[in-house]
T-cell receptor, first 112, second 115 residues
Framework: GENVEQHPSTLSVQEGDSAVIKCTYS??????FPWYKQELGKRPQLIID?????GEKKDQRIAVTLNKTAKHFSLHITETQPEDSAVYFC???????????FGRGTSLIVHP | ETGVTQTPRHLVMGMTNKKSLKCEQH?????MYWYKQSAKKPLELMFV???????ENNSVPSRFSPECPNSSHLFLHLHTLQPEDSALYLC??????????????FGNGTRLTVT
């Protein structure tokens, strides 16, 4: 089955800095890679996703890049703000009846 | 309104009690999931239902029993739980199971404490 590794487990940055979270996956057939943000005491929510036929996708201060050859994808947050502090989860799945596999999560702390 | 509603938000139960967690989705999705989230642990998939049929049971102890009476409702029946079962239980739904453009929509979870 699919295996998703996520690093780092904890990331501490100063407000205004950039943050990068990386995930690797094992199944080359995976073709959909969503990212979820979970604020303290709240539910995980989708913030951005990317399909395997796209190398990069941006949405304001967040972007996701995908390297299919190396089987890794990354979340980039620029100009971080304290409200970006949360746990971020990556996931990978295949089309059809395949359940998404989650990474272990990264706790991002943005210091004002 | 999240589209996925879980009740109760908090539950405290003794090890000999029987209780049920409820999840309801108003999104017209075909797949529903139960996840367990413990402190400092990843999201652990417990059960998946697709079109009301169970398609995944991830080696979950029998003291957890899921029920999916229709595509909008999902229950998790609990009995004779252990203290290590204390966790946040998250319900999620998706349009289809696993496909792209089919992300998970999570409920707010039930915080379960077993005493």
């Amino acid at each position: 089955g699919e295996n998703v590794e996520q690093h780092p487990s904890t990331l501490s940055v100063q407000e205004g800095d950039s943050a990068v979270i990386k995930c690797t996956y094992s199944d080359s057939a995976s073709n959909y890679f969503p990212w979820y943000k979970q604020e303290l005491g709240k539910r995980p929510q989708l913030i951005i996703d990317i399909r395997s036929n796209v190398g990069e996708k941006k949405d304001q201060r967040i972007a996701v890049t995908l390297n299919k050859t190396a089987k890794h994808f990354s979340l980039h947050i620029t100009e971080t703000q304290p409200e970006d502090s949360a746990v971020y989860f990556c996931a990978a799945s295949k089309g059809g009846s395949y359940i998404p596999t989650f990474g272990r999560g990264t706790s991002l702390i943005v210091h004002p | 309104e999240t589209g996925v509603t879980q009740t109760p938000r908090h539950l405290v139960m003794g090890m000999t009690n029987k209780k049920s967690l409820k999840c309801e989705q108003h999104l017209g999705h075909n797949a529903m999931y139960w996840y367990k989230q413990s402190a400092k642990k990843p999201l652990e998939l417990m059960f998946v239902y697709s079109l009301e049929e169970r398609v995944e049971n991830n080696s979950v102890p029998s003291r957890f029993s899921p029920e999916c009476p229709n595509s909008s409702h999902l229950f998790l029946h609990l009995h004779t739980l252990q203290p290590e079962d204390s966790a946040l239980y998250l319900c999620a739904s998706s349009q289809d199971m696993g496909g792209w453009d089919s992300p998970l929509h999570f409920g707010n979870g039930t915080r379960l404490t077993v005493t």
